[in-house]
């Protein structure tokens, strides 16, 4: 509800509640050798021994969470009599059921699952060598089962639903009558982020072995004890219809901290983040310790500064003639947009029979000063290998090397358009654009190989698109 409590201030309050049921599959199969399933089983009593309690039912895959009560407030404060300064500000609880998205890759026949992974010593064990043909590979699965149903994704059957607070002030002012400026605060932190497990990984680095080894290592063991924070300042300036001119402006400083990137479904994002290095960000380095500090990292595609502006130009010469030279040389319009922002967080890897392994940065310099003439962006020198077990060639602990420490290359675009409107009837328009990207052409960097036992590691083998240019027409009736 709102209150106007005076004349220059509005108080908003409000509570609500949401009900999140668990789910269940049906499959439509009459084969029961081909009829799809989730099979999950309750929540081990020790991860570390992987020591999973009683199968669920099908059609009952995690509990309902039927407690979230979500309260927020917000505010309106009209500093002076003009009404030209207004402070606004707002905290609020928010809660959202877990994405669809985040369960349908479960779903697989009872004895043969959509993905099995090994390592290198059950590899071995199994003779699996290169080639292998899925059907090849199938069988194999089929026979370790030994008739027990595949546990290939299994939940954390008590999961909570996603919940942030959020949190909002800024100052807005007045300028005249055409401009505008604010600043503001933003802040997000998050619980109850689904956080993923590859059961391939869960292993003992030096020998191999499997705690468990009945719950199939090619699968995911999701919980939701992902945890984000997000801290932003952001400024505003607006001019509008300054003898024809519109300009905006907006920077946004930000920091941010998760275990897997802050998002819903990270297991659809292994190729998102990292600058694009497409490391990924749905694998820590222990199964067994997903929380680890060292895996606590900034939010997938997070840029520390970014600035953004538009200016839209509308040329007044001849703009109200009638006749053949209004047509021609009136109704003109320039515009343009500019992009710049900083490089986005590295994390950099060492490949290895763990995935996600990472080498440890051992204080030197990371970046070359002249890469923009060698292309070659990181020093080597700046990374140790961590060890690797010779049985598993698995590191033998995780990497001390966090993406907080190292940011890509940054970029910077300029786009331009000139537009010329015709009258065709009554309100009937039309717009010829000549529309040019990268104006400047600048360059606009990769980021670079980040595996550390790669030969062209550190180097930038690729750019973005470079200028480009098209035609366009607009018709408005």
Do not use: C
Not at 130 to 149: L, T
Not at 218 to 237: C, I, K, L, P
Not at 422 to 432: A, D, M, S
Request: proline fraction near 5%; charge should be positive.
């Amino acid at each position: 509800d709102d209150w106007r409590v005076n004349d220059k201030f509005v108080l908003n309050v409000g509570l609500r509640y949401d009900y999140y049921p668990g789910f269940g599959y049906k499959s439509l199969s009459t084969d029961p050798a081909d009829a799809a399933e989730v099979n999950n089983l309750n929540n081990p009593s020790d991860i570390r021994k992987k020591d999973f309690g009683a199968p669920r039912d099908l059609h009952d895959v995690i509990d309902a969470d039927g407690m979230n009560l979500a309260p927020r407030a917000g505010f309106a404060w009209t500093v002076d009599q003009a009404g030209r300064t207004v402070v606004r500000g707002g905290v609020g609880v928010f809660t959202t059921g877990h994405l669809m998205a985040l369960f349908q890759n479960a779903v697989a026949r009872p004895f043969s699952p959509v993905r099995q992974g090994w390592n290198r010593v059950e590899a071995l064990a199994r003779g699996v060598n290169w080639p292998q043909y899925p059907e090849d590979s199938n069988a194999i699965v089929i026979a370790d089962s030994k008739g027990q149903k595949n546990l290939y994704y299994l939940f954390q059957t008590d999961m909570k639903s996603p919940e942030t607070v959020q949190a909002t002030i800024d100052v807005q002012r007045q300028i005249g009558r055409l401009a505008m400026v604010s600043a503001g605060y933003v802040h997000t932190s998050g619980k109850n982020l689904p956080i993923l497990g590859n059961l391939a990984d869960a292993y003992d680095r030096v020998t191999g072995a499997r705690p468990n080894p009945a719950i199939n290592p090619g699968g995911w063991y999701v919980t939701s004890d992902q945890n984000m924070v997000y801290n932003a300042f952001e400024g505003n300036a607006r001019l509008n219809r300054f003898h024809g001119l519109d300009l905006a402006l907006h920077y946004t400083l930000s920091k941010g901290w998760s275990q897997q990137g802050g998002n819903l479904v990270s297991n659809f994002n292994s190729s998102i983040g990292d600058g694009g290095s497409g490391s990924g960000y749905n694998n820590t380095q222990d199964f067994f310790n997903p929380g680890l500090d060292l895996d606590y990292s900034p939010l997938i595609g997070e840029a520390r500064h970014r600035l953004t502006g538009t200016a839209v130009y509308e040329i007044p010469w001849l703009a109200d003639r009638q006749g053949v030279l209004g047509g021609v040389l009136g109704g003109w319009q320039v515009s343009s947009v500019l992009n710049f922002r900083t490089g986005e967080p590295l994390r950099i890897t060492q490949a290895s029979g763990i995935r996600n392994s990472r080498p440890d940065y051992n204080g030197g310099n990371q970046i070359f000063d002249d890469w923009r003439d060698t292309l070659q962006y990181l020093d080597r020198s700046a990374y140790t290998l961590v060890p690797t077990s010779p049985i598993t060639r698995a590191t033998i602990r995780p990497g001390n090397q966090n993406s907080s420490q190292l940011q890509g290359p940054g970029r910077r675009r300029v786009d331009l358009t000139i537009a010329k409107s015709f009258t065709l009837r009554g309100q009937t328009r039309l717009q010829v654009r000549f529309e040019s990207f990268n104006v400047f052409n600048w360059r606009q960097y990769n980021s670079p190989n980040t595996t550390v036992t790669a030969p062209t590691f550190g180097q930038i083998t690729s750019v973005a698109s470079t200028r480009t240019g098209q035609i366009g027409l607009r018709l408005t009736f």
